[in-house]
Every structure is written in structure tokens, then in C-alpha cells.
């Protein structure tokens, strides 16, 4: 059975490549109905939050994608060390009680002029009988793994995305698995809860491909069965730079996109598309089509890239796509979040229900984001508005103010109040003044919404309803 896990680490807010990596995991175990876990990875105490946590609650919240099993490792740190005690019980690691500050792992594990730092020989070779003694006499130590060496080993494995992945098992150092403090590192941690929540393929992103090495040795240490790996490609910057929350700060945020106003099946759609496709020029899905569609192997190799500016934070494709989706998802879904974000804005939506539906499924086609049902369409909603400069230039058009101001009376008089008939009196106004049509059309849209481009200008009459179209012709 196909079980998937996502395993963020609460320091932070949830970055915009997380996210994808979650979705991803969703898609695939969803389109084989396997379970899809959520594990947080809150073991580094010195920099975990409280906020950071609730952010990624409230990121994966928004996407409106569910899990099935949820775990803290925090909860099973016992089961780490124990596991950990168990590969060395096996003689698989061993005690390594040199200072921290002169191991020199960290500092030349990067390279140096003898090479990359593969171990300390010295504690490698220390007899059991050594290594016991100095442990009860409360010397500190590391446990590492012991790699092995000089046999020829070749760790391989066939990534569900790069294909075939090999190396030298005499290229890899001694990892550690537990610290001087007995805290079990992230190897450790992580391998021990993959092994124990058996999890049967494991989908993370393309920076943890170089750890596989080690976590396959630890998966054949703990005797336990190897999952399969498949690592997704990195989202980098417009300038090739790999996303950080440190550099470039709210644009990798996914609460971002969800304050700009986007739809939550819009963003899927949307980090869906970077680094994967169906392979047919697809791009608006929705989250049926991207379930039936979704398999590793139209994932990408290269990285995605997200564009954005110092000005602008938001990807014009997932504007573009958003609009997409606004404009095609049932009103009676998308009403409920008009409404949302109207009452955030402290504007109220319109009387009856019906009626407000239609208002938004009329005024929707030129908007981007839901947040523009606020802004952009605040007339419909408000008496208080702006006046574009553009409006204000249909207004002082020759005539247009005073016949859109003797306009009004006749509208008030209409017997039925509809776009039909709006546009009838308008036009017989414009015939009996000997004036084009046009300049009342355009006059009365730039009166009553403050733009010049929008719905047709007799649905506009209708959106708004004939009390505020007498008062907004009148005052003009």
C-alpha cells in the first residue's frame, strides 16, 4: 500500500516549495488511494515556534488538502535513540568521543588539501572494551554510523525523477546518528520514523537527493525494508538563486498568495505546474483533472522558476491562472469567499442571495484575485468609491453631466426596473437630444462604478439596482 509522508520542521512559514512538495505527495497517494501523513519534524528545539507551526497548520489549512495520520517526531524521540542503540548493538556505528571543536566534520567536510572529511580513524578502530570504558566514565561522544569502507560498496538506488543513482559507499563519512547530547540527529530521526510508519515512498525535494546514500545505509542497518525515492526539482528565483525565506522574504511565503486573494485550487493548479505537467499543454486544471493526471514521471529534472519582483511578489503566471479559475468555478462556490472578503473589507454583500450571485458572476470576468471584488468592485457594494481619471473624462464630455442628471428622473419612473428597460429610456433620452448613445453609455458607467471598462453599462444598471443609480446620475 502506498503510504506518503510530508515532514516540515516548524521554523518558519510554510515556503511555496514545501508546499509543492506536500501537494505532490497528496496527488500521489490520492491517485493510488494510499494515506498521506503529515509529520512534523520539531526535534531542532532551538529554533522550532509555536508561530512557525501554526503558520504550516494554516498554509496546508488553506490549500484545502487533508491528510490522514499525523505524528510529532518530539513524540517518538525514544524510539530514535533506541533504534539508533540498535544499529550499534548490530556493530553497525560507533562511539566517537573526539572534542566537537576538533573533529574538523563541519569545516572540512566542504573539502580541504587532504580531501573531504570522511572520519576519525583513531575512534573508528577503538576496541568495544575502550569505547565502554570511556563511555561509563561520562566521557562525551557522538555515535556515528560506520560506512563501510575499502569493499568496493556501491550505494544505488533508481530515483522515481533522476533515474539511476549511484555512489561509492568509500566517498560517504561517518554520519552522525546521535549528537554529544544524545538528541538523535536529523538522519536518524528521519529514518527511524520512515522505517517505523512504514512509509513506502518518500517524495521530497531534489537538495535531500545527496542524504539517500546514508538513509539507505540506515534503512539496511534497522533491517527495515527500503522505501522509494523521488526527489522534485528546486524553485529558484528569476536569477537562478535558490528560494530562501532569509533572501527573498514574503515571495516564498504561501500565505502570501492566500492574503493577494487566490484561490486555494488555483494555487494547487498553479505549483502544480512548477516542475510537473501532464504532458498534453494543459495548464488550467482542476483538482479532479490534476489527480487523474498526476504521476512521477511527468515530473521535471530542471528547476522551476518562480518570477517575481521587488515590486510585485506575485507570479504573473499564478495571476493569470487565478483569473482563470475565477472566472470559470460554479458562483455558488465562489460566492461564499466573495462574501468573505467583502465582510474583511467591511463592506456588505447585497440582498437576496440570489441577487448577489448574480452581481458576482457579471462583475467577475475582468477580475484577477478576490481581493478585487473589494477593490476594483467596491461600487457595487459601497456608495464610497474612486474616480479614475479616465471616468472623469467621460463625465466632462459636452452634455454628458446634465443628461445623465435628466436621465435619472426617467429611470425612477420606469414602471419595471430592468436592463431591457434602463436601456430604453436611456436611448430615448439620447435620440431626443440629438446625441450618440455612446456618450450616456459611457457617461453612466464612469458615474456609476468610477471606471470606463467593466459589464455591459445596462447589466451595471441592474447590479446596482435603481435606488443608487437615481442617486449616483443624480449627484453627478
Given at each position: 500500500?502506498?503510504?506518503?509522508?510530508?515532514?516540515?520542521?516548524?521554523?518558519?512559514?510554510?515556503?511555496?516549495?514545501?508546499?509543492?512538495?506536500?501537494?505532490?505527495?497528496?496527488?500521489?497517494?490520492?491517485?493510488?488511494?494510499?494515506?498521506?501523513?503529515?509529520?512534523?519534524?520539531?526535534?531542532?528545539?532551538?529554533?522550532?515556534?509555536?508561530?512557525?507551526?501554526?503558520?504550516?497548520?494554516?498554509?496546508?489549512?488553506?490549500?484545502?488538502?487533508?491528510?490522514?495520520?499525523?505524528?510529532?517526531?518530539?513524540?517518538?524521540?525514544?524510539?530514535?535513540?533506541?533504534?539508533?542503540?540498535?544499529?550499534?548493538?548490530?556493530?553497525?556505528?560507533?562511539?566517537?568521543?573526539?572534542?566537537?571543536?576538533?573533529?574538523?566534520?563541519?569545516?572540512?567536510?566542504?573539502?580541504?588539501?587532504?580531501?573531504?572529511?570522511?572520519?576519525?580513524?583513531?575512534?573508528?578502530?577503538?576496541?568495544?572494551?575502550?569505547?565502554?570504558?570511556?563511555?561509563?566514565?561520562?566521557?562525551?561522544?557522538?555515535?556515528?554510523?560506520?560506512?563501510?569502507?575499502?569493499?568496493g560498496r556501491t550505494i544505488?538506488?533508481?530515483?522515481?525523477?533522476?533515474?539511476?543513482?549511484?555512489?561509492?559507499?568509500?566517498?560517504?563519512?561517518?554520519?552522525?546518528?546521535?549528537?554529544?547530547?544524545?538528541?538523535?540527529?536529523?538522519?536518524?530521526?528521519?529514518?527511524?520514523?520512515?522505517?517505523?510508519?512504514?512509509?513506502?515512498?518518500?517524495?521530497?525535494?531534489?537538495?535531500?537527493?545527496?542524504?539517500?546514500?546514508?538513509?539507505?545505509?540506515?534503512?539496511?542497518?534497522?533491517?527495515?525494508?527500503?522505501?522509494?525515492?523521488?526527489?522534485?526539482?528546486?524553485?529558484?528565483?528569476?536569477?537562478?538563486?535558490?528560494?530562501?525565506?532569509?533572501?527573498?522574504?514574503?515571495?516564498?511565503?504561501?500565505?502570501?498568495?492566500?492574503?493577494?486573494?487566490?484561490?486555494?485550487?488555483?494555487?494547487?493548479?498553479?505549483?502544480?505546474?512548477?516542475?510537473?505537467?501532464?504532458?498534453?499543454?494543459?495548464?488550467?486544471?482542476?483538482?479532479?483533472?490534476?489527480?487523474?493526471?498526476?504521476?512521477?514521471?511527468?515530473?521535471?529534472?530542471?528547476?522551476?522558476?518562480?518570477?517575481?519582483?521587488?515590486?510585485?511578489?506575485?507570479?504573473?503566471?499564478?495571476?493569470?491562472?487565478?483569473?482563470?479559475?475565477?472566472?470559470?468555478?460554479?458562483?455558488?462556490?465562489?460566492?461564499?469567499?466573495?462574501?468573505?472578503?467583502?465582510?474583511?473589507?467591511?463592506?456588505?454583500?447585497?440582498?437576496?442571495?440570489?441577487?448577489?450571485?448574480?452581481?458576482?458572476?457579471?462583475?467577475?470576468?475582468?477580475?484577477?484575485?478576490?481581493?478585487?471584488?473589494?477593490?476594483?468592485?467596491?461600487?457595487?457594494?459601497?456608495?464610497?468609491?474612486?474616480?479614475?481619471?479616465?471616468?472623469?473624462?467621460?463625465?466632462?464630455?459636452?452634455?454628458?453631466?446634465?443628461?445623465?442628471?435628466?436621465?435619472?428622473?426617467?429611470?425612477?419612473?420606469?414602471?419595471?426596473?430592468?436592463?431591457?428597460?434602463?436601456?430604453?429610456?436611456?436611448?430615448?433620452?439620447?435620440?431626443?437630444?440629438?446625441?450618440?448613445?455612446?456618450?450616456?453609455?459611457?457617461?453612466?458607467?464612469?458615474?456609476?462604478?468610477?471606471?470606463?471598462?467593466?459589464?455591459?453599462?445596462?447589466?451595471?444598471?441592474?447590479?446596482?439596482?435603481?435606488?443608487?443609480?437615481?442617486k449616483r446620475l443624480s449627484?453627478?
Open positions: 500500500m502506498v503510504r506518503v509522508r510530508f515532514a516540515p520542521s516548524p521554523t518558519g512559514y510554510l515556503h511555496i516549495g514545501s508546499a509543492r512538495t506536500f501537494i505532490f505527495n497528496w496527488l500521489y497517494a490520492r491517485h493510488h488511494q494510499g494515506t498521506m501523513i503529515l509529520r512534523i519534524d520539531d526535534t531542532d528545539v532551538e529554533r522550532n515556534t509555536d508561530a512557525s507551526l501554526q503558520s504550516i497548520y494554516d498554509g496546508l489549512r488553506w490549500l484545502e488538502l487533508d491528510w490522514d495520520e499525523e505524528y510529532r517526531q518530539s513524540d517518538r524521540l525514544e524510539q530514535h535513540k533506541l533504534a539508533a542503540w540498535a544499529i550499534f548493538e548490530a556493530g553497525h556505528a560507533y562511539r566517537d568521543f573526539t572534542p566537537a571543536a576538533n573533529s574538523g566534520e563541519e569545516a572540512a567536510s566542504a573539502g580541504s588539501s587532504k580531501g573531504p572529511w570522511l572520519c576519525n580513524p583513531g575512534m573508528r578502530e577503538l576496541t568495544l572494551e575502550e569505547s565502554e570504558r570511556r563511555a561509563a566514565a561520562g566521557e562525551p561522544f557522538v555515535l556515528r554510523f560506520r560506512v563501510p569502507r575499502g569493499a544505488a538506488f533508481p530515483d522515481g525523477v533522476y533515474g539511476e543513482q549511484s555512489k561509492s559507499a568509500d566517498d560517504v563519512e561517518d554520519f552522525a546518528l546521535l549528537r554529544s547530547n544524545g538528541m538523535p540527529t536529523y538522519h536518524m530521526a528521519s529514518c527511524a520514523d520512515d522505517a517505523a510508519l512504514r512509509i513506502s515512498h518518500i517524495i521530497r525535494g531534489q537538495d535531500h537527493l545527496s542524504n539517500t546514500f546514508k538513509h539507505i545505509l540506515i534503512f539496511e542497518a534497522l533491517r527495515a525494508e527500503l522505501p522509494n525515492f523521488a526527489h522534485l526539482p528546486l524553485l529558484v528565483a528569476p536569477d537562478g538563486a535558490k528560494l530562501s525565506k532569509r533572501k527573498h522574504g514574503p515571495v516564498v511565503s504561501v500565505t502570501t498568495y492566500r492574503d493577494a486573494g487566490f484561490l486555494p485550487h488555483s494555487y494547487v493548479n498553479f505549483l502544480c505546474l512548477l516542475g510537473w505537467s501532464p504532458k498534453d499543454n494543459r495548464e488550467q486544471m482542476s483538482r479532479r483533472e490534476l489527480l487523474d493526471a498526476f504521476s512521477l514521471a511527468g515530473v521535471n529534472r530542471s528547476n522551476a522558476v518562480v518570477n517575481f519582483s521587488e515590486e510585485d511578489p506575485i507570479d504573473p503566471k499564478a495571476l493569470w491562472l487565478n483569473s482563470q479559475h475565477l472566472r470559470a468555478w460554479p458562483v455558488e462556490e465562489l460566492a461564499p469567499r466573495v462574501k468573505l472578503v467583502l465582510e474583511a473589507a467591511g463592506l456588505p454583500a447585497l440582498e437576496p442571495e440570489e441577487h448577489f450571485r448574480w452581481v458576482v458572476d457579471t462583475i467577475r470576468s475582468r477580475f484577477f484575485t478576490l481581493n478585487d471584488f473589494a477593490t476594483k468592485g467596491r461600487a457595487y457594494f459601497a456608495d464610497d468609491f474612486p474616480m479614475q481619471s479616465e471616468a472623469l473624462a467621460k463625465l466632462d464630455a459636452p452634455q454628458a453631466r446634465e443628461l445623465l442628471r435628466e436621465l435619472a428622473p426617467r429611470i425612477a419612473a420606469l414602471p419595471e426596473f430592468t436592463e431591457a428597460s434602463a436601456e430604453a429610456a436611456l436611448r430615448e433620452l439620447a435620440t431626443e437630444k440629438g446625441v450618440k448613445a455612446g456618450v450616456l453609455i459611457n457617461g453612466s458607467r464612469a458615474a456609476l462604478t468610477g471606471q470606463t471598462v467593466g459589464p455591459s453599462a445596462f447589466a451595471v444598471f441592474a447590479a446596482l439596482g435603481r435606488e443608487r443609480v437615481v449627484g453627478v
